[in-house]
Every structure is written in structure tokens, then in C-alpha cells.
């Protein structure tokens, strides 16, 4: 089993849609959590972390579920410009960090 | 203020071949780390340095990749010899972890994308 599992899409959406990204982790002891957004043939970029309690950042919610071990990622009123691939990442320990990547969701919005 | 530097940008070699990659992390950063990303892939962790020691390399395939980072700044990623399996793009990227000033986001580069034949 991966240490961090997630849906390889693609989710292909239209243009104002709101889309729903969820991300499995195995490591119970995993104490940090991110979005990482990559787009086609460029490095990753943080997008986001994602706190216990949930966050939001304009369009963009993260919620974290330590119970389930899974980390979501909501994304409201689809932009041609999110179209990407959404890394969930994951701190593998907690006395060392190191992050581990999940193989990304793709994104496609379409008009 | 810069980001980080890597080069070559692309590289094509024959399979057996050697190749070496650089990179030279955003200033002040004190962790390093290489990740190799296959096509369709995530980022894959191969070595972490803080300053200039290993902080883990325990899924570097040590009988035929190498990294040094001699001075606790730029660092250097050998592959010898390569195989098919290494085409990959071999991602570097810094952080401030270690610093007192970590907010835990790695910053990567534009990565140096490897063709073996």
C-alpha cells in the first residue's frame, strides 16, 4: 500500500463547477499536511497546508481527518486556470520532515 | 530574491552512460532535497540534506546514484550508470527548515529532465 493514495483523475469539469479532491494517508503517526498544485511540465507549488481544524483560502478548502487518515481538497467555482495536477503531501514522521507525495489528482476545467 | 537553480535543463544520454545534475538552493536555506518524478508519477524523495550531512537517502539506489552537497550550499546528483528506468525528471528543492524560520514549503526548481536511450 502507498504511503499517501489518492484518485489519478482525470476530473474533468466545467467552468463554475465545484470539484472535491480526497487524499488517503497510511502513517498514523504523519503530523503535517499540504496541497501542492503542478502544472504540466512545471515544478510543484504550494497551493496550501492544511490545519486540524480546516482552512480556506479564497476558493480553495482543505479539511483534515485524522480519525479516517484523509485529507480533502475543495475547490469552488472552477477557474480555466485551475486546471492542474493537485499533490497531496504528507509529513512521513513526526521527529523528522519528510515529506512524501501522493501521485497527484488532474484537474481539467473546461469552457 | 532568486529562486532555486538547477541545470542541465534537458539531458539525452545512452543508457550506461553517466550524467550529474546541479543544484544551487534559494540563499539561507539550510535543507536540500532531490526528488526523481516519473511521468504520470509523484515527486519521489531520493536524498535530504540539512547543511552538508544526509539527513536520509534511504531510497537512493546507492549502487549507481550519488549526491554531495560539499559545502552546505549547491549540490550535485550523479547518476553511473544510467538505465532505461532513470528517465525521470530529477527535482531539487530547499527549505528553511532548520533555520528557525521554517514554514514548511519546499520551494523546487525547474527540474532537469533525463532521456535515457
Known amino acids: 500500500r502507498k504511503e499517501v493514495e489518492q484518485d489519478p483523475g482525470p476530473f474533468n469539469v466545467p467552468e463554475g463547477a465545484t470539484v472535491a479532491f480526497n487524499c488517503t494517508y497510511s502513517?498514523?503517526?504523519?503530523?503535517?499536511f499540504f496541497w501542492y498544485r503542478q502544472d504540466c511540465r512545471k515544478e510543484p507549488k504550494l497551493l496550501m497546508s492544511?490545519?486540524?481544524s480546516g482552512n480556506e483560502d479564497g476558493r480553495f478548502t482543505a479539511q483534515l481527518n485524522r480519525a479516517s487518515q484523509y485529507i480533502s481538497l475543495l475547490i469552488r467555482d472552477s477557474k480555466l486556470s485551475d486546471s492542474a495536477t493537485y499533490l497531496c503531501?504528507?509529513?512521513?514522521?513526526?521527529?523528522?520532515?519528510?515529506?512524501?507525495f501522493g501521485s497527484g489528482t488532474r484537474l481539467l476545467v473546461r469552457p | 530574491e532568486a529562486g532555486v537553480a538547477q541545470s542541465p535543463r534537458y539531458k539525452i544520454i545512452e543508457k550506461r552512460q553517466s550524467v550529474a545534475f546541479w543544484c544551487n538552493p534559494i540563499?539561507?536555506?539550510?535543507?536540500l532535497y532531490w526528488y526523481q518524478q516519473i511521468l504520470g508519477q509523484g515527486p519521489k524523495l531520493l536524498i535530504q540534506?540539512?547543511?552538508?550531512?544526509?539527513?536520509?537517502d534511504s531510497q537512493l539506489p546507492k549502487d549507481r546514484f550519488s549526491a554531495e552537497r560539499l559545502k552546505g550550499v549547491d549540490s550535485t546528483l550523479k547518476i553511473q550508470p544510467a538505465k532505461l528506468e532513470d528517465s525521470a525528471v530529477y527535482l531539487c528543492?530547499?527549505?528553511?527548515?532548520?533555520?528557525?524560520?521554517?514554514?514548511?514549503?519546499?520551494?523546487f526548481g525547474e527540474g532537469s529532465r533525463l532521456t535515457v536511450l
Open positions: 528543492a530547499s527549505s528553511s527548515l532548520g533555520t528557525g524560520t521554517d514554514t514548511g514549503e519546499l520551494f
Open positions: 502513517n498514523s503517526a504523519s503530523q503535517s
Open positions: 492544511v490545519y486540524s
Open positions: 503531501v504528507v509529513n512521513r514522521l513526526a521527529s523528522s520532515y519528510k515529506l512524501i
Open positions: 540563499s539561507g536555506h539550510a535543507t
Open positions: 540534506f540539512q547543511n552538508n550531512g544526509v539527513v536520509d
